[in-house]
């Protein structure tokens, strides 16, 4: 059975700039603004941000700012993609930037599960409108309207752990060739500089 992602999720619009200042200024709150680069092309964001901004309005702050088990979707640019917001990136303080789509999860549906379907989906998958040669655009409309599998809880902790495995995997893998690369370079710098 299939369920649209309006069915399982409340979605809305990342936050324009107009709802933030880059410069702080008084009765504000420093945020942190979750940008394209922040997303890995595994389903994460990508450590600690580091893009500040500042919110007056609180109210609206504390109804947009992002939760942990959200996904976002990055819906404007080269690369269209789904990140899971995890406790660790939430407890940041973090609002989504214009480009993103947030996805809020109810409880049929597992946030990881989301976002490893948005991420295998192809970009034909999508009802895109292309911005120019390398940019595309998906509207909150036609990510309300997106098909996606209603699984047992069973299927879904199963794609929860290979989403979080497949990850480790690559980090760790990444990881050991930065230091074979490292160890080489550093061999390669000693051989080129012995008298």
């Not at 680069?37 to 450590?47: A, E, H, M, P, Y």
Request: aromatic letters at 10%.
């Amino acid at each position: 059975m299939q369920k649209t992602l309006n069915d399982i999720a409340k979605l809305f619009s990342g936050q324009p700039e107009k709802a933030f200042s880059r410069v702080p200024f008084k009765n504000t709150k420093q945020v942190y603004l979750l940008q394209g680069d922040d997303i890995s092309q595994t389903g994460f964001v990508n450590g600690k941000l580091s893009t500040n901004v500042y919110i007056s309005d609180l109210k609206r702050y504390e109804k947009n700012k992002l939760i942990a088990g959200d996904v976002v979707f990055l819906c404007r640019g080269s690369g269209l993609r789904a990140a899971y917001i995890t406790e660790d990136i939430a407890s940041q303080g973090v609002i989504a930037g214009a480009n993103f789509i947030v996805i809020r999860p109810n409880k049929s549906l597992k946030g990881e599960v989301i976002t490893a379907f948005l991420n295998i989906k192809s970009i034909i998958g999508f009802k895109v409108r292309v911005l120019s040669l390398s940019t595309y655009f998906v509207s909150l409309k036609s990510i309300k309207t997106i098909s996606i599998p209603d699984l047992d809880i069973d299927k879904q902790n199963e794609i929860s752990d290979l989403f979080y495995s497949a990850h480790e995997e690559l980090t760790t893998g990444v990881e050991q060739v930065k230091q074979k690369y490292e160890q080489k370079y550093s061999h390669l710098h000693k051989l080129l500089n012995d008298d």
